[in-house]
Structure formats: C-alpha cells, structure tokens
T-cell receptor, first 117, second 117 residues
Framework: DAGVTQSPTHLIKTRGQQVTLRCSPI?????VSWYQQVLGQGPQFIFQ???????GRGNFPDRFSARQFPNYSSELNVNALLLGDSALYLC????????????????FGEGSRLTVL | AQKVTQAQTEISVVEKEDVTLDCVYE???????LFWYKQPPSGELVFLIR??????QNEISGRYSWNFQKSTSSFNFTITASQVVDSAVYFC??????????????FGAGTQVVVTP
C-alpha cells in the first residue's frame, strides 16, 4: 500500500508569494495533520483535519490555511510568504478506531521543502 | 502546556555500541502517549514506538528498548548494537489522549545519532 504522498517535494518562492502544498493520506485514513519543521528543530503542529473539518490548529498566523477534500486528501496554503516560512512541511495521516479511541500513531510523508528567497 | 526536552543534540558512536537517547517531558494531563520517531536524511518521520502513560512496563523490540519512568517524567530510548543504518535524527514526542488533541504531537528538538563503521 502507498504511504503518505506529498507534492511538490521541493519548491522555491519569493517573499510575498503564495504557496499550495498537497497531501494524499494512506488509503483508509481519514485524518490529516500538517507540521512545519524548521532546519535543526522538531516539527511544529499547524493543523489537523478529520472528516473534512478542522479539529485543531497550532500557533500559526492566519496566513496559514488548509482544507480537506471528500477523498481525504488535503492542501496547505500559505499566503504572503516570509523568509521565516522556509521549512520542511510534513503531512501525516492517521486513523480512528470505533468509538473515537486515539491510537496516537501518525504516519508521515517525506515532506515538501519550501525555500523563500 | 506540554513540553518535550531532548538535551542531547548529537551522539556519535562506533558501530555495535549501544546508544541511549534521553527524553524528559512536561504535561498537566494524567493520560497521554509518548512516542519515538526516527528521521533519516530523506525527511520522512518513521514511527518507532508508542507508550501509554498508564502502562510503565518497559519493553524490548528487536534492537530497540525503552525506559519509561512516570515519576521522573522521562522516556529514554536505547538502540542496542548500533548499525550505520541507525544514523538519523531521533525525536521524542508527546500526545494527549483527549479527542480534540488527536493528531497533535509535541516534539522535542531531536537528537542526531551518528554511527560510524
């Protein structure tokens, strides 16, 4: 089975531009989370979506937005890019057991590396 | 607020030596999950182990073992008989069990492990 896939893998933008990153979860997974990983640091939580609804948001400005589609794929959008937005953006998917029990494991893609010049 | 601290930034060992990675966490929750993830140069975070806060039994899985001490809020991870392929950044992470926290992991800053032949 295919793992979490993300596109594009690398991209370069200039300050003020907008970027859209895409993520396809593992088949059967209904939840997608987005993380930002700045070089040399651990990933930071941005968003979590489940069944097309936003279920959690980290401490990121409104320039960051996301959505989940009926097929459970997801897009992360970042507007008005700043130099500090340069990072590896990771998407993770997970599944929910009956009754909403949180198993906790997230399955990550290889990320989209964004460079803002 | 949650916090995960990995005090070791880098550990270098010679192949076949054991490697122990330290992790200290803070949380106000009484129930939570703890994880270890591995991040090779490809960027993908690979799930290694998960431990529930209400189960302090320490286990061994292949060359991996972990020591969970709730009294000291520590969750240390050991790789026995290290191999060159173990070279990667290792992240400790914490997740609450509450439904609205599902998909959110609080990561430490990571420990770079370098295994030389």
């Amino acid at each position: 089975d295919a793992g979490v896939t993300q596109s594009p893998t690398h991209l370069i933008k200039t300050r003020g531009q907008q970027v859209t990153l895409r993520c396809s979860p593992i088949s059967g997974h209904k939840s997608v989370s987005w993380y930002q990983q700045v070089l040399g640091q651990g990933p930071q939580f941005i968003f979590q979506y489940y069944e097309k609804e936003e279920r959690g948001r980290g401490n990121f400005p409104d320039r960051f937005s996301a959505r989940q589609f009926p097929n459970y794929s997801s897009e992360l959008n970042v507007n008005a890019l700043l130099l500090g937005d340069s990072a590896l953006y990771l998407c993770a998917s997970s599944w929910r057991l009956a009754g909403g029990k949180n198993t906790g494991e997230l399955f990550f893609g290889e990320g989209s590396r964004l460079t803002v010049l | 607020a949650q916090k995960v601290t990995q005090a070791q930034t880098e550990i270098s060992v010679v192949e076949k030596e054991d490697v122990t990675l330290d992790c200290v966490y803070e949380t106000r929750d009484t129930t939570y999950y703890l994880f270890w993830y591995k991040q090779p140069p490809s960027g993908e975070l690979v799930f290694l182990i998960r431990r529930n806060s209400f189960d302090e039994q320490n286990e061994i899985s292949g060359r991996y073992s972990w020591n969970f001490q709730k009294s000291t809020s520590s969750f240390n991870f050991t790789i026995t008989a290290s191999q060159v392929v173990d070279s990667a950044v290792y992240f400790c992470a914490l997740s609450e069990l509450a439904p609205d926290s599902w998909g959110k992991l609080q990561f430490g800053a990571g420990t770079q492990v370098v295994v030389t032949p």
